[in-house]
């Protein structure tokens, strides 16, 4: 079972990381939502790339929810940022896309981190959270849901950042609820838990922050930044009350590990540069950030230009030519 967990958690670093790439391109080209709202899934919904990305997350989420039966949370949330190697690499060979040379040091030293931390993890079933850990997570997800109501009005690079981290807190949720629920010995028993359905919730929200994430810039910022701020609360839940475990002697590893890991996907939101700009219809890319009376300013003064330019060509007088009548002069 153990080379079994291992091999679901390489598969999963690789769905993850196609799942990305395939929602950002998805998010780009859907109408830009300044707003929390769940019709973002349906718009986005109605793309078949992004359906095809959602089909690699919920692959990439099985594949992990198996893996937390036996691996520690810690290890499972930091190499699901792996996925961010997967995707830039998909990026720079299908779109092109150019990353900076921090960009890519900081990737390498994601890998590294995580080699750290694969060292150092110990696989063991998980503890049992109770009806108390049922609600706790569950004003979790209720407190997040109202930040991002907020945060969704931040564009660019701070709205990638702060929307990417709270989908990051939700998954976050969704990992916490998912370790023991994975224990579970029977199919009436998995169903007739409420740690299920906290954890589509949790994982419902946290695709749509996400998506309003990826709308705002760099989908490597938005994906860091999520990684970075799901990593921490989930390592330090597993292993206080979920059973999570290191390797004797390697405490060290895996402190370094995470650590190295934690600065790698900390600095990609400070360095990522915006791979694709959102998809508009002005020429200017100014006009995502103007506010309703600066378009019609501008609506109204491309008219005004363009009545003044056909009055003058109506106003010209025609230059005098040859008659067929007259003489030519030559």
């Given at each position: 079972?153990?080379?079994?967990?291992?091999?679901?958690l390489?598969?999963m670093?690789f769905?993850?990381?196609?799942?990305?790439l395939?929602?950002?391109?998805a998010?780009?080209?859907?109408?830009?939502?300044?707003?929390?709202?769940?019709?973002?899934?349906?718009r986005?919904?109605?793309?078949?790339?992004?359906?095809?990305g959602?089909?690699?997350?919920?692959?990439?989420?099985?594949?992990?929810?198996?893996a937390?039966?036996?691996?520690?949370?810690?290890l499972?949330?930091?190499?699901a940022?792996?996925?961010l190697?997967?995707t830039a690499?998909?990026?720079?060979?299908?779109?092109?896309?150019?990353?900076?040379?921090?960009?890519?040091?900081?990737?390498?030293?994601?890998?590294?981190?995580?080699?750290?931390?694969?060292?150092?993890?110990?696989?063991a079933?998980?503890?049992?959270?109770?009806s108390?850990?049922?609600?706790?997570?569950?004003c979790?997800?209720?407190?997040?849901?109202?930040?991002?109501?907020?945060?969704?009005?931040?564009?660019g690079?701070?709205?990638s950042?702060?929307?990417?981290?709270?989908?990051?807190?939700?998954?976050?949720?969704?990992?916490?609820?998912?370790?023991?629920?994975?224990s579970?010995?029977?199919?009436?028993?998995?169903?007739?838990?409420?740690?299920?359905?906290?954890?589509?919730?949790?994982?419902i929200?946290?695709?749509?922050?996400?998506?309003l994430?990826m709308?705002?810039?760099?989908?490597?910022?938005?994906?860091?930044?999520?990684?970075a701020?799901?990593?921490?609360?989930?390592?330090?839940?597993?292993l206080?009350?979920?059973?999570?475990?290191?390797?004797?002697?390697?405490?060290?590893v895996a402190?370094?590990?995470?650590?190295?890991?934690?600065?790698a996907?900390?600095?990609?939101t400070?360095?990522?540069?915006?791979?694709?700009?959102h998809a508009t219809?002005?020429?200017?890319?100014?006009?995502?950030?103007?506010?309703?009376?600066?378009?019609?300013a501008?609506?109204?003064a491309?008219?005004?230009?363009?009545?003044?330019?056909?009055r003058?060509v109506?106003?010209?007088?025609?230059?005098?030519?040859?008659t067929?009548?007259?003489?030519?002069r030559?």
């Amino acid at each position: 079972m153990l080379s079994t967990s291992w091999g679901f958690l390489a598969a999963m670093v690789f769905a993850y990381g196609v799942a990305n790439l395939l929602q950002s391109v998805a998010a780009t080209r859907t109408k830009l939502h300044t707003s929390c709202n769940p019709k973002l899934l349906v718009r986005l919904a109605s793309h078949r790339i992004y359906v095809y990305g959602l089909g690699f997350q919920i692959l990439g989420f099985l594949l992990a929810f198996v893996a937390r039966k036996d691996l520690p949370l810690f290890l499972v949330q930091a190499a699901a940022s792996a996925g961010l190697g997967v995707t830039a690499l998909c990026g720079v060979l299908i779109l092109r896309w150019r990353l900076p040379k921090a960009e890519v040091g900081l990737l390498a030293l994601l890998f590294g981190g995580l080699f750290a931390l694969v060292i150092a993890a110990k696989p063991a079933p998980a503890h049992s959270i109770g009806s108390t850990g049922v609600v706790l997570l569950l004003c979790w997800l209720a407190g997040i849901a109202v930040i991002g109501v907020f945060a969704a009005r931040l564009h660019g690079a701070p709205g990638s950042v702060a929307l990417g981290s709270l989908a990051g807190m939700a998954f976050s949720a969704a990992a916490v609820a998912g370790r023991p629920l994975a224990s579970s010995h029977s199919i009436p028993e998995f169903v007739s838990s409420p740690l299920l359905y906290v954890l589509v919730g949790a994982s419902i929200l946290g695709q749509l922050l996400l998506g309003l994430a990826m709308q705002r810039g760099s989908t490597t910022a938005a994906v860091a930044s999520m990684d970075a701020a799901g990593a921490i609360p989930a390592a330090v839940i597993g292993l206080l009350f979920l059973g999570d475990k290191i390797q004797p002697g390697r405490e060290w590893v895996a402190g370094l590990g995470f650590f190295i890991t934690l600065t790698a996907v900390i600095g990609l939101t400070r360095y990522a540069e915006p791979q694709h700009h959102h998809a508009t219809g002005e020429a200017n890319p100014r006009a995502l950030t103007a506010g309703p009376r600066a378009l019609k300013a501008r609506a109204l003064a491309a008219r005004l230009v363009a009545a003044d330019a056909a009055r003058t060509v109506v106003a010209r007088p025609m230059p005098a030519g040859p008659t067929r009548s007259g003489p030519q002069r030559r």
